[in-house]
């Protein structure tokens, strides 16, 4: 198959540009590099299967050739860049969805749109099923990202019901690994960054509030079996252990062996604003249209990641 990624220099538009490329398939990778960094990829660059263009999505994009699958993995993703790029990250959501739609439509090609658990915002429902309608506030800080990828799920079913293009959703929960970027404002890059260099750790509010990560190979291989799948409704991708920020940080020193502190703090400058209380995903349907569960533990997938960090602290 001949790929398109966008965002393909990001976190996990990266790692997905190596899933497609070791399966054998072309890629074609896309990045504006406002949050995408070209040492994710460097390692690709040159080879006969991938190339790279440099290009905002949000605008007309034109790509020669044949595409057989458009995975649009292009956006901001963490609190700090919305706040610093938030007209950027509706654009993307909107009209980066429209352009990569409208292009997967030219070319008859399978359509993959990267959504997340935050379409379910601050939820009243845990764990998350893909039925809850969510609770998101329209106008808060977090809203250009949230509103945009509900925007974004319902143009792309709007491509599929309208044009009969055949399209996937994945909403992903917390993600976590190597090529994250180390002063990404989130708390796993936060929270070793902290513990590998002795400072302490900045947990925000009082740490009761909860997330589920997951290693960023079982994210890759859910969505890799979601595109070959016939589900055209969403699909969570996460894992299902549920911790507190408070218990998270006491594993991140744990693992890394730091004697750092924890420190409790309330950032006053949005990144903290309708921060949900609670996020964890419920996987039954993941498990049973794709036969997908993750593998990969918290504490194998934390110790590959601070290995990976300490190099670059
Ligand atoms: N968080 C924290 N300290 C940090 C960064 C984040 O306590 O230095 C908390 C944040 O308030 C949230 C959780 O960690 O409850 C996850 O935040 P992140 O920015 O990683 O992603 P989110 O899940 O909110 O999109």
Redesign the pocket.
Known sequence: MRVLITGAAGFLGSHLSDRFINEGHTVVGMDNLITGSMDNIAHLMGHERFSFVNQDVSNYIYVAGELDAVLHFASP????DYLEFPIPTMKVGSLGTHNTLGLAKAKGARYLFAS???TYGDPLVNPQPETYWGNVNPNGP?SCYDEAKRFGEALTLSYQRYHGLETRIVRIF?TYGPRMRLND????P??IA?ALTNKP?????D?S???SFQYYTDLVEGVYRLLFSGESMPVNIGNPVEMS?LD??NAVTEISGSSSDIVF?H?KDG??TD???V?RPDISKAKRVLGWEPTVDLAEGLAKTVDFFRSRV
Do not use: M, W
């Not at 993703?77 to 700090?80: K, L, V, W």
């Not at 404002?185 to 796993?188: A, H, K």
């Not at 750790?201 to 509010?205: A, S």
């Open positions: 993703a963490s609190p700090n997340t658990s935050e977090r917390n404002g989130r708390v796993v936060n929270f902290q750790l900045t947990v925000y509010g740490g509030q909860t997330r920020i998270f940080a703090v950032p990144r903290f921060d949900p209380k996020r």
